[in-house]
């Protein structure tokens, strides 16, 4: 039989999907369908961080069973551990959630089994449980070759007043370190030369298993990673005296995703952030004192209840002080079952689009100056494309491109940047 899988949302959620996908694999019964049209079985790993991403789950199923009546259309990941019985309404045939992907295996199994009625469905969403343990997952490889993502962390003890993640995903659990250490070392000895780790809250990483994120980057360069990134991470979490070990460990990538979330201190305290603007300053800058070159990229979520003009005027004045290499910007989403959602003064839709677009409009040329602070620089590119026009990644995570006629596809070479594309999305460069 034939499986594909489609994935929403983030770095966390593409491990898994890849591990389900060595999960099904190994059974020898299934094997990967190209597209969904000829699948089997289709899995959907949803995501529930916004309102959006879910209309984008329910939609989507509803064009996949259009195109293929016939497919077992499963439903897993974030979505049905809120919607819970709600999700059988999208026409999925199985609805399971975030925990146990086996028994993703075993459901596809039982409903394959035997005779079915074609409106039987399979609901099967385990809770999640204080004290529940880390789930090992391992994909064999990623198809790009270059990148792979390390899940090494899940769930959230934050409970930030606008999200849903705690709820959907657990409490705190950690990989083991030895685990870290083998997975890292058998997606090495597959070909790929850098280790992105992922999780729900990576800087929380270790505080159940008596460990930190040094513990875990260390492990990765011990399993003979070349490179090392840090998925997003709350920096307020990751103490000063992390940051000098980290800056101690050369292949670590100084590129950080660290979510600013607001500029204004009276939101930061609505939204239970953790920090307040000068305390995340204080963390930016000691980032950029310890790290040479370093870039930095940033999540901010505008419209949040109760935000006045004053407030956004002050994340507009904040982001543009800090000089991010990107911000993406969120119109605040309303997830039912979190405090902000009751909050009052609703900020209306219409409102909340305004202050995307001058964000947008007031971070446009961030990227394109960080760009042109690179030129004259040697920086090591990891290359994710072959000849001609060969594009990889820098370290801080710049994207960098060479003419060259040699296939130099997941090779990590040295380049002079000489100058930035006519788009401001690209630093140009020679191979030395
Ligand atoms: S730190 Fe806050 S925003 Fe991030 S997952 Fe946890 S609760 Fe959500």
Known sequence: MKFFIYTFGCKTNTYESE?????????????????????????????????????????????????????????????????????????????CGNTDRTKTLALIEEYFAGEK???????????????????????????????????IEDGCDCFCSYCVIPFARGRVRSMPVDKVFSVAKDLVLSGHREIVLTGINIGAYGKDIGADIYDAVKAVVDAGAERVRLGSVEIDLVSDETIEELAGIPELCPHFHTSLQSGSDRMLKKMLRRYDS???????????????????TTDVIVGFPGETEEDF?????FVKEVGFFRVHVFPYSRRPGTAADKYPDQIPVEEKKRRVKIIEETTKGLKASFLLSQIGKTVNVLFESEGGIAKGHAENYVEVAVRTDENVKNRLLPVKISGVSGDGETALGVLL
Not at 125 to 131: A, I, Q, Y
Not at 278 to 293: C, G, P, V
Not at 313 to 317: G, S
């Open 19 to 95: 591990a389900l996908s060595r999960i099904l694999s190994e059974t020898g019964r299934f094997s990967e369908a190209e597209s969904y049209i000829e699948a089997d079985v289709i899995i959907v790993n949803s995501c529930i961080v916004t309102e959006e991403s879910e209309k984008k789950a329910r939609k989507l199923i509803r064009r996949m069973r259009r195109e293929n009546e016939k497919a077992c259309i499963v439903l897993c990941g974030c979505m049905p551990q809120i919607k819970k019985e709600k999700c059988l309404d999208t026409g999925a045939d199985i609805v």
């Open 117 to 151: 009625d074609p409106s039987d469905r399979i609901f099967d969403v385990l809770p999640h449980s204080p004290g529940e343990g880390f789930e090992l997952l391992a994909p064999k490889h990623y198809r790009n070759l270059t990148r792979a993502n390390l899940k």
């Open 278 to 296: 000068a305390e995340y300053r204080r963390k930016i800058e000691l980032l950029r004192d310890k790290f040479a070159n370093a870039s930095v």
């Open 313 to 317: 005027l002050e994340t507009v004045k």
